[in-house]
Nanobody, 120 residues
Framework: VQLQASGGGLVQAGGSLRLSCAAS??????????MGWFRQTPGKEREFVTA????????SSADSVKGRFIISRDDAKNTVYLQMNNLKPEDTAIYYC????????????WGQGTQVTVSS
């Protein structure tokens, strides 16, 4: 299974971006797993941003992005999205998506991330 994040870029503060997380693999479906977005900046540990439960009805987010970032899922496209609004320079990071499910129940299948740079 590979999860490929895309959609990053350079944006001015206050702008928006939408990231996509596409899953490959014949048997992997995003609706069967909790799907999460994480981010990392140089010299810092990867941090949780937001996640959507596999039931699709429950999401959770870090306090730093609440009210600005929205996670969603398109089962038909087997893709998870991260809509980022009112971006701030401190949102600059490499963004990764990952999945969590049985039996391990730890986020895994980290793919290559996508760089988001917010200029002030």
């Amino acid at each position: 299974v590979q999860l490929q994040a895309s959609g990053g870029g350079l944006v001015q503060a206050g702008g928006s971006l939408r990231l996509s997380c596409a899953a490959s693999g014949l048997t992997f479906t995003v609706r069967s797993y909790d799907m999460g977005w994480f981010r990392q900046t140089p010299g810092k540990e990867r941090e949780f941003v937001t996640a959507i439960r596999r039931n699709g009805d429950s999401t959770s987010s870090a306090d730093s992005v609440k009210g600005r970032f929205i996670i969603s899922r398109d089962d038909a496209k087997n893709t998870v999205y991260l809509q980022m609004n009112n971006l701030k320079p401190e949102d600059t990071a490499i963004y990764y998506c990952a999945s969590r499910g049985p039996p391990v129940w730890k986020y895994e299948n980290w793919g290559q991330g996508t760089q988001v740079t917010v200029s002030s």
